[in-house]
């Protein structure tokens, strides 16, 4: 009898959260169609229900202004809620915001934290962005060997212009700092497993995004990022108008 009782209660819990799947789905497909109350109406309830990745779309949302007021406050507020669960997509977003000073003051350090709890859960545009910020010197004292060991990390992942970062700066670095910067790597690779799908977890298409991954298109700069961009390290100004590093289901997905 009580094992009967636990498969149901289990069973229960299962149909549960497929109905949360399929509620982040259609909001995730009322996004595509650009139905933006829709999309409000599928992700706040399993947002406040604690789903982090409807908690990312949502944040998006407000982050743009779509089906709501543009509202960074509110946006932030979303991220870090799903950020506090492990989601390296709204760990990459909290980066950017206290980046560019964007419902939070302006802060490069507590920014590259972010980035760097977002590239550990595999955000490959968060790595690429952590690699320039080092090469930069940028919120974190300049490392050449940790500028190499996160773009490699990044390009591992399949960001290829972290890749082109990369190798330009291998040309300029000697051969103790080359070695040590691979010993690094070899001893990341030994330790953490490649992260499956880590780059998001289920996000809606690039228009909700306000983008933290480096690639070309997407959705325009705010203007607080257009008046900064040009003293900002690459992959930074990358990602404010690149598509979103993409998660689990890469045909549903953007930062």
């Known amino acids: 009898m009580k094992a009967g009782k636990e498969f149901a209660a289990l069973a229960v819990l299962f149909m549960l959260a497929g109905a949360a799947r399929a509620d982040l789905a ?11 109350g ?41 991220y ?13 977003k909290l980066g950017m915001m206290h ?6 003051r302006e802060d490069h350090a507590a920014a590259v934290g972010w980035f760097r709890e977002a590239a550990e859960h595999g955000n490959s545009g968060a790595a690429a962005i952590l690699g320039s910020l080092y090469e930069a010197g940028d919120g974190i004292a300049k490392d050449t060997i940790q500028a190499y060991f996160w773009y490699t990390l990044a390009a591992d992942r399949g960001h290829r212009e972290a890749g ?45 995004h306000h983008a933290v991954a480096g690639k070309s298109g997407g959705p325009a700069r ?30 549903k997905k953007a930062k």
Do not use: C
């Not at 870090?80 to 990459?92: D, F, H, P, T």
């Not at 070695?179 to 996000?203: F, I, N, V, Y």
């Open 222 to 251: 705010h203007a607080a990022a257009k008046n900064t961009a040009s003293a900002k390290p690459k992959h930074v100004k990358e990602a404010q108008s690149g598509k979103p590093a993409k998660g689990k289901k890469a045909d």
């Open 164 to 208: 082109d970062s990369r190798d330009e700066l291998a040309d300029r670095m000697t051969p103790g700092e080359m070695s040590e910067a691979l010993d690094r790597l070899a001893a990341w690779g030994k330790s953490h497993p490649p992260p499956a799908g880590a780059d998001g977890g289920d996000q809606a298409p690039e228009e909700a």
């Open 26 to 36: 259609r909001g995730i497909d009322a996004v595509a169609r650009r139905d933006w």
């Open 80 to 92: 870090l809620k799903a950020a506090k669960q492990g989601n390296a997509m709204a760990e990459g």
């Open 38 to 78: 829709a999309a409000v109406a599928q992700f706040r309830p399993l947002a406040e229900r604690g789903d982090a990745d409807a908690q990312v779309n949502l944040g998006n949302l407000y982050m743009k202004g779509y089906g709501v007021d543009q509202d960074y406050n509110t946006a932030f507020r979303w």
């Open 99 to 104: 980046y560019y000073g964007l419902g939070v």
